[in-house]
């Protein structure tokens, strides 16, 4: 789900499938929409000598698409031996079942609702499917149960919806929080200044090569706009609707009820810290 600004210099239309890294390869779902960008990446993710890989948000209920990344696996010479889910929302979650039931594999989220199989997924776990090492990272605030997942050998990280290839995300009150949400753009910048980490591959849009430069955009976004939704109330906006229409004057409506959302969750974290 995306809000809309654009990142600078990021170039518009699709350019996904068969983008990555060494070990991760997108495949994209043919679900585009304003919400979606050019439709949710899939991720494929296996060691170069391993015959097993990693399937990382199979996304929504389309035979044709999950055919197609069983197809690619397979195309590869590997199985799938696992999915993970970055997080619970239907365009990347719906089809994970029916996945889980083509390739005979067990299903791992935070949310225990989404699991198939006995094992959860949670902060400081270590996925070591065929020689793979990709680490949890818990990245709240889009929402309660977002993940993301550190590619250490990669020098990448996946974030679903948490930072996407063009634009900005939703905060998708009441589940996801805007205090979660900063703190979870620190932790990923924390990992480009400290882990290694240069390439975000992203649940929508393309890859991005500064991963740094994406979380600082992020971040100061954020504290763009909101300091505009204070300065609105402060300006005698009072309710979501009135302060989107004012915020969010210069974006396309069809994006408004998410920007709502947004809002709600800043209006929250403004109420919460005393601001308003
Ligand atoms: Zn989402």
Do not use: K
């Amino acid at each position: 789900m995306t809000d809309a600004a654009s990142l600078p210099g990021q170039p518009r239309g699709g350019v996904l499938s068969g983008q990555g890294t060494a070990r991760a390869t997108c495949v994209l779902a043919p679900n585009p929409s304003p919400m979606t960008l050019d439709g949710t990446n899939t991720w494929i993710v296996a060691e170069p000598d391993s015959d097993r890989a990693v399937v990382i948000d199979p996304g929504p209920l389309d035979d044709g698409h999950l055919r197609e990344v069983v197809a690619r696996v397979e195309a590869s010479g590997r199985r799938v031996g696992l999915t993970l889910l970055t997080h619970g929302h239907p365009d990347h979650a719906e089809g994970a079942a029916r996945f889980a039931e083509l390739t005979g594999t067990a299903v791992r989220a935070l949310d225990p609702a989404l699991r198939l199989g006995d094992e959860g997924l949670g902060a400081g776990d270590v996925i070591g499917t065929g020689g793979l090492e990709l680490r949890v990272v818990p990245t709240p605030g889009h929402t309660a149960d977002s993940l993301s997942f550190h590619l250490p050998a990669d020098g990448a990280v996946l974030t679903g919806d948490t930072v996407l290839g063009r634009g900005t995300t939703v905060v998708a009150h009441p589940d996801g929080r805007l205090g979660d949400y900063l703190d979870s753009l620190r932790r990923l910048r924390s990992l480009t200044v400290d882990d290694g980490v240069s390439t975000v591959l992203p649940g929508h849009g393309p890859v991005l090569d500064d991963a740094q430069g994406a979380v600082e955009f992020y971040l100061a976004h954020r504290a763009n706009r909101l300091a505009q939704v204070e300065t609105a109330v402060e300006n005698g906006y009072r309710t979501a609707s009135e302060v989107v229409a004012h915020v969010y004057a210069d974006v396309d409506r069809s994006l408004w009820p998410a920007a709502e959302l947004s809002v709600r969750a800043q209006l929250e974290y403004l109420g919460e810290h005393g601001l308003v």
